[in-house]
């Protein structure tokens, strides 16, 4: 018999018969698994499996690459905040979402786990978007195409950074970019913010990060993003007019 | 030895909600040895309501004549409608005698993970009724979950603009719950709706 316990965030659940759920998590030390919830669609448990809530998880199964079941506690619910906000609610839908689209089954992502919890704790802040924006940029990083946004990557420059190269994902400065400014992404501002980060500023963002992903992850697995980012964006441009 | 008639109706009902293969045996069993007082009502009723039953053209419900007989009754209140995801959802609201109102039926929610979008919800329908001017107030009534609330938002989304006013149910504690027993995200919910008892 094999088994562990590891605290987890509920990405996605499927019906499993009338009663039973296989239940998507994103676990701190085991990566993205799934796992079969007995009881899973009962009155008691499901309000705790809902996406973005956090569970303590324990996984057993006869063999290792067997599905396994989950046995379930539940931690910290979706807040209220957040689900009355469709903003919010589209953050979470899409992070959740994007997580079970590109991350592969049982791949340990501890640093993108601890990113997810902090943005679930910011997601009922004021600062919620600037913290998904952070959050892409993180997914991005964990899927081994960071941004690299200190310096510029032709001069080494800290200052007058104002584009992105599309191709390497590195800063580049006004003085190095000037000749391939067509060809060059705007510099996402939301990610050297010093204090609250403008809407506009984190759709900016989101158009850099969602160009990354689209390009290095979702067309490779050849997916699309998740409805709930084209509503958020949608969301936020619309705050923004 | 069960033959292959009977073996055929127990896989049937199998499929039915709340059954399996040896309930359904049970079930089967049961028709076969009451079958004038349970057998043969059952296929007729079965065939009447198969033949007789349809969804309504204006709200989704089921009934055997079309408008149902909630969107033709002229005792109900025009102004108030009532959007839900699913029929099971009229018939619970109709237990309760507690609203008057008209009803529209979605057919599901926002579901990315089971690849329902918009397009596959009665929105184009529900836009034209509330365009044909009498309703004043839309009640949003769908689930408390993750999925019926992004379907309350968009649901919200599309229909800002058309002149009516948009609510939906408070959520918090059921009737008969201890707070011992409640999740969290219900108690937080009770905490933020709730209100003066002076």
């Known amino acids: 018999m094999v088994e562990w316990e590891d605290a987890g965030i509920v990405l996605g659940r499927r019906r499993h018969g009338e009663a039973d759920v296989v239940l998507t998590a994103l676990t701190r030390c085991h990566g993205r698994h799934a796992g079969l919830v007995k009881g899973g669609q009962s009155r008691r448990m499901r309000g705790g499996l809902e996406p973005g809530s956090q569970v303590s998880l324990r996984w057993r199964a006869r063999l290792e690459e067997h599905l396994g079941g989950f046995t379930c506690e539940a931690g910290a619910a979706v807040p209220p905040e957040v689900m009355e906000d469709a903003g919010r609610l589209a953050a979470l839908v899409s992070t959740c979402g994007l997580l079970d689209a590109v991350l592969p089954e049982r791949e340990p992502h501890p640093d993108l786990f601890d990113l997810c919890t902090g943005l679930l704790a910011r997601l009922p802040e004021a600062e919620w978007a600037a913290a998904y924006a952070d959050f892409e940029r993180g997914l991005l990083e964990a899927m081994g195409f960071g941004l690299h946004l200190e310096d510029c990557a032709a001069t080494g420059t800290t200052e007058d950074l104002r584009y992105v190269s599309p191709k390497s994902g590195g800063a580049v400065c006004g003085a190095a970019g000037e000749g391939y400014r067509d060809r060059l992404l705007p510099f996402p501002e939301v990610f050297r913010r010093t204090g609250p980060a403008p809407d506009a500023d984190v759709v900016a963002g989101l158009a850099v990060t969602g160009y990354f992903l689209r390009r290095h992850v979702l067309d490779v697995l050849g997916r699309p993003f998740p409805e709930a980012r084209e509503r958020l964006i949608e969301r936020l441009g619309r705050t923004r007019a | ?198």
Request: aromatic share 4%; glycine share 10%.
């Open chain 2, 1 to 198: 030895m069960s033959s292959l008639e009977i073996e055929r109706l127990v896989a049937l009902l199998a499929k039915l909600p709340g059954l399996g293969p040896r309930s359904a045996r049970r079930a089967v069993l049961h028709i076969l040895r009451k079958r004038e007082v349970l057998g043969d009502p059952l296929l007729r009723s079965l065939d009447e309501v198969l033949t007789a039953v349809r969804p309504c053209s204006v709200c989704g419900n089921y009934d055997t004549s079309d408008p149902c007989e909630i969107c033709a009754d002229p005792r109900r209140d025009d102004a108030v409608l009532c959007v839900v995801p699913d029929v099971a959802d009229i018939w619970a609201l109709e237990r309760t005698a507690a609203f008057r109102g008209r009803y529209h039926v979605l057919g599901g929610l926002l579901s990315p993970l089971d690849g329902i979008g918009p397009e596959e919800l009665d929105f184009p329908r529900l836009a034209k009724r509330i365009r044909g001017g009498r309703v004043k107030e839309v009640i949003l009534a769908l689930p408390a979950t993750v999925d019926g609330q992004t379907t309350a938002h968009y649901a919200a989304d599309r229909l800002a603009g058309l002149g009516v006013r948009l609510t939906a149910p408070a959520h918090g504690l059921p009737v008969g719950g201890e707070l011992e027993f409640l999740d969290d995200g219900t108690i937080a919910a009770a905490l933020r709706a709730r209100r003066s008892v002076e």
